[in-house]
Nanobody, 117 residues
Framework: HVQLVESGGGAVQAGGSLRLSCTAP????????AGWWRQAPEKDREWISS???????TYSSDLQGRFTISQDKAKDTVYLEVKNLKPEDTGMYFC????????????WGQGTQVTVS
């Protein structure tokens, strides 16, 4: 099945930027898009953004503005760029396969930690 690996997290100062990557061999071949979620300590996981196999993107109305999702189909990779990071952005960031045409929906990666101070 499609396995997703997130990377690009780290410790950054407030106001900085990060680009997170979600690499999933077979993502495109299985007609999957991918979405990004995050989970802060002691809070529920919340959806940030998704991108479809056709490149259409959607964003949480609570979070859009500082987040940009994109994809490189040739690399089976979906990116999430976050600008003007704030301490409340601290958490584990996960990606998941999505899409109504996706043959393997609902597969999660292990996450990448983002810590903003």
């Amino acid at each position: 099945h499609v396995q997703l690996v997130e990377s690009g997290g780290g410790a950054v100062q407030a106001g900085g930027s990060l680009r997170l990557s979600c690499t999933a061999p077979g993502l495109t071949a299985n007609w999957c898009g991918a979405g990004w979620w995050r989970q802060a300590p002691e809070k529920d996981r919340e959806w940030i953004s998704s991108i479809g196999i056709d490149g259409s993107d959607t964003y949480s109305s609570d979070l859009q503005g500082r987040f940009t999702i994109s994809q490189d189909k040739a690399k089976d990779t979906v990116y999430l760029e976050v600008k003007n990071l704030k301490p409340e952005d601290t958490g584990m960031y996960f990606c998941k396969t999505v899409g109504y045409r996706c043959k393997q929906p609902g597969h999660w990666g292990q996450g990448t930690q983002v810590t903003v101070s």
